[in-house]
């Protein structure tokens, strides 16, 4: 098993560019996770799905936005990238909806 | 307004010694507490966690204790080695089990020395 899977590792984007992360899992979880982490900062949830077709919100969702359409699945998008958003971003999963979630290796995010 | 506070960014400790983290929580409704693990350029990995109807929970050199009055929690290991030198967040959830994501510590630095 690959666990938790994220592409690319790195990426500088400019302001008002757009792009997906990628997040692939293949231990067949429904739940699936993005997180945020700034420097010297804990993790925060920005979305968060419990099933393919089904998204929700977290504490930070202004400026992404994801879908689900597979159980494998959960890319994240930024469609008019801000400085603020210059961010480590988590991927993670969950197994039966109780327990340890998976984390992926991170996405290191920069726009300028 | 933070949630799950850890007030020391860093801590060091002898190799050997045991290594005490700690971690405080503002939210009455967390019912499930976990401890993570985090390498630099690398993913938090799961160390333990803990269910609220428990007060102590332990894996090996890890133990994790909850104080539910104090709303307080703290990992303890025993011996600390040098590999265990990371960043270690708390992290909590109210969903009871983590299902609707959890909500994290901004970490603590713990340096093993030899």
């Known amino acids: 098993n690959a666990g938790v899977t994220q592409t690319p590792k790195f990426r500088i984007l400019k302001i008002g560019q757009s792009m997906t992360l990628q997040c692939a899992q293949d231990m067949n979880h429904n739940y699936m996770y993005w997180y945020r982490q700034d420097p010297g900062m804990g993790l925060k949830l920005i979305y968060y799905s419990v099933g393919a077709g089904i998204t929700d919100k977290g504490e930070v969702p202004n400026g992404y936005n994801v879908s689900r359409s597979t159980t494998e699945d959960f890319p994240l998008r930024l469609e008019l990238a801000a400085p603020s958003q210059t961010s480590v971003y988590f991927c993670a999963s969950l197994g039966q909806g109780a327990g340890e979630q998976y984390f992926g290796p991170g996405t290191r995010l920069t726009v300028t | ?114």
Request: net charge neutral; aromatic share 12%; charged share 20%.
């Open chain 2, 1 to 114: 307004d933070q949630q799950v506070k850890q007030n020391s960014p860093s801590l060091s400790v002898q190799e050997g010694r045991i290594s005490i983290l700690n971690c405080d929580y503002t939210n009455s409704m967390f019912d499930y507490f976990l401890w993570y693990k985090k390498y630099p350029a690398e993913g938090p990995t799961f160390l333990i966690s803990i269910s609220s109807i428990k007060d102590k929970n332990e894996d090996g050199r890890f133990t994790v204790f909850l104080n539910k009055s104090a709303k307080h929690l703290s990992l303890h290991i025993v011996p600390s080695q040098p590999g265990d030198s990371a960043v270690y967040f708390c992290a909590a959830s109210d969903s009871g089990g983590g299902a609707d994501g959890l909500t994290f510590g901004k970490g603590t630095h713990l340096i093993i020395q030899p």
